[in-house]
């Protein structure tokens, strides 16, 4: 195949399909974080090019000391809430987003049912006298803009009215959920720090607090940066042609004190190891052209990372099995090819890997990227 149709081949959605065995689909977390199984993916000219014997804690052996690893220290939010209608009907909620004052974006189902200008309340076994206001609809996302109480005006105030009236939202999948689950601590990571997420930075989730501190014992630097995972993670891409792909932004904070490291360890000849493809979306967004260097950021991107994409800071990720035709699946194949990722989700298959965000992993080694994927200065 030449270059030119193996380009187009891979701007084509239905290029990154696959089929599924829904048994093969994780509906519970496991009860020890780093017990889930790990495929490791090394050199494709390598003799042992990939395995899957290995869980997660085995991690640690894949690292070396003055290695850096950037998690999203990002926190699930409450944010499904119930609206009660002025005609008693009920309708589900997503708070996805705040838009300017007290106004955020939520998604409804069945949306059809909100109206612009008309009104609603909470409706929660705390309370029923928090009244809401639809101020318009959002073309992009079908969503609604709906008006709060003056004082939920940013993520922390929201957080706290959503830990009170709201519930975890769990990917759309998961239909019955076993109440023996306790999914308010499995699907937040050990280190979710600052709220703002309508879902979890699900390679992190397989990070226990025992592995976090093996890793800092062998000599390898952890920082956090943060993305809040937003609708744009979970929307499915409805466009064939993906030359002129567009995503929804998400907030991302990267410090200054996080470029310095990325720098200083680059430097050194060591890796930088993303745990996560939203760590790798902020991180990746660090990067600016004019200047030709990494800086730290504090606003919401909409960086598109698919097949072609030159990788300027990531080494290496840890990510878990994603869903078909999904912009974390072209993400991971913009590393190792879009061919050989397919071959690797065929193995897993065959070999009965968890899929989805309760999921088994996938660790890329550093050896493992694509050449044409790495940026030259």
């Keep these: 195949m030449n270059l030119k149709n193996k380009k187009e081949i891979d701007n084509q959605l239905c290029s990154y399909d696959y089929e599924l065995d829904p048994s093969l ?9 780093h017990t889930s199984r790990m495929m490791i993916v090394r050199d494709s000219l390598s003799e042992n090019s990939s395995s899957t014997d290995q869980l997660t804690g085995h991690i640690v052996d894949e690292l070396n000391q003055g290695d850096l690893i950037i998690i999203n ?3 699930v939010m409450k944010a499904r809430l119930s609206f009660l209608l002025d005609n008693s009907s009920l309708v589900e909620g997503l708070v996805l ?4 004052e007290s106004i955020w974006l939520c998604l409804a189902k069945p949306a059809k049912k909100l ?3 008309s009104f609603l309340k909470l409706n929660s076994n705390y309370s029923n006298d928090i009244e809401l206001e639809i101020i318009g609809i959002d073309k992009n996302t079908g969503g609604r803009f709906i008006k709060f109480p003056k004082e939920y005006n940013n993520f922390q105030s929201m957080n706290k009215l959503l830990d009170i009236h ?8 998961i239909k019955k959920v076993d109440k023996s689950v306790s999914h308010e601590s499995f699907y937040q990571t050990q280190y979710a720090k600052n709220p703002g997420a309508v879902a979890a930075p699900t390679a992190g989730l397989h990070l226990s607090t025992k592995i976090i501190k093996a890793m800092k014992n062998k000599g390898i630097k952890i920082l956090p940066i943060t993305l809040h995972v937003g609708y744009g993670t979970f929307k499915p891409i409805d466009q064939e042609n993906l030359k002129d792909l567009k995503l929804h932004k998400e907030f991302v904070n ?7 490291e990325i720098k200083s360890v680059k430097k050194q000849g060591k890796k930088v190891i993303a745990i996560g493809t939203t760590s790798v979306r902020a991180l990746e967004s660090c990067y600016c052209p004019i200047a030709k260097e990494i800086q730290p950021i504090n606003k919401s991107v909409d960086l598109v990372i698919k097949p072609g994409f030159k990788f300027k800071i990531v080494d290496g990720l840890l990510t878990n099995f994603h869903l078909p035709k999904s912009s974390l699946l072209l993400l991971v194949s913009a590393m190792i090819g879009r061919e050989r990722l397919l071959e690797l ?5 065959r070999e009965k890997f968890r899929f989805f965000s309760y999921g088994d992993a996938m660790f890329i080694s550093p050896d493992a990227l694509l050449e044409d994927s790495k940026f030259r200065t």
């Excluded at 989700?345 to 298959?349: G, V, W």
């Design 166 to 173: 709201g519930e975890v939202p769990l990917p759309p999948y």
């Design 345 to 349: 989700y065929k193995k897993a298959i």
């Design 25 to 33: 689909i994780a509906y519970e977390p496991k009860k020890v974080r």
């Design 254 to 260: 990267v410090s200054l004190k996080v470029i310095e």
């Design 73 to 75: 220290d990002t926190k």
């Design 115 to 117: 109206k612009k200008g």
């Design 97 to 100: 987003e705040p838009v300017k």
